[in-house]
Nanobody
Framework: QVQLVESGGGLVQFGGSLRLSCAAS????????MGWYRQAPGKERELVAT???????NYADSVKGRFTISRDNAKNTVYLQMKSLKPEDTAVYYC???????????WGQGTQVTVSS
């Protein structure tokens, strides 16, 4: 039973920073590509960033240069460092373990990020 628990969300001023964490359990964490997604009011859920088992990263154009995804396999944790936050970044942010040949996808419960203007 895979569990993903996000933390670190909250209210931040325009231009501020937040660091989100996603703690994973119930899997051999180092095998899997991990992702961060977000869903803003009135919008579809969108991919923010991914990181593979060997550390290769991919970012949405809207966050590239401002957000950094990283992982610590010893701690079974994936992070999203967010800087220069904008009101447009306001959304519920979700952690995802991407599907593999071993098992299907798993999602965390989400954490709210609100950026004030």
């Amino acid at each position: 039973q895979v569990q993903l628990v996000e933390s670190g969300g909250g209210l931040v001023q325009f231009g501020g920073s937040l660091r989100l964490s996603c703690a994973a359990s119930g899997s051999i964490f180092s095998r899997y590509t991990m992702g961060w997604y977000r869903q803003a009011p009135g919008k579809e859920r969108e991919l923010v960033a991914t990181i593979t088992s060997v550390g290769s990263t991919n970012y949405a154009d809207s966050v590239k240069g401002r957000f950094t995804i990283s992982r610590d396999n010893a701690k079974n944790t994936v992070y999203l460092q967010m800087k220069s936050l904008k009101p447009e970044d306001t959304a519920v942010y979700y952690c995802k373990q991407e599907p593999s040949i071993w098992r299907g996808a798993y999602w965390g419960q989400g954490t709210q990020v609100t950026v004030s203007s």
